[in-house]
């Protein structure tokens, strides 16, 4: 996880559908409104919580894809 902080930062991505990712890395801090490929399903963030230095909290909606 530290090599994950270093080249951006760390989250813990919790899904609408009930799946959780912890230590989730993504290279650019995340705001409401983003979009992002997780597993490659789209992910649209909802709401971010910061808990500590780097790392957050992401509540976000999966996008199904058909």
């Given at each position: ?26 290279w ?7 979009d ?5 399903a ?8 910061r ?16």
């Amino acid at each position: 996880m530290i090599a994950a902080v270093r080249n951006g930062f760390v989250y813990d991505l919790y899904l609408a559908d009930g799946d959780v990712l912890e230590g989730f890395a993504h290279w650019a801090l995340l705001k409401p409104g983003d979009d992002l490929e997780v597993d490659h399903a789209a992910v649209h963030v909802e709401r971010v919580l910061r808990i500590e230095g780097e790392h957050y909290v992401v509540y976000g909606t999966r996008e199904r894809l058909h």
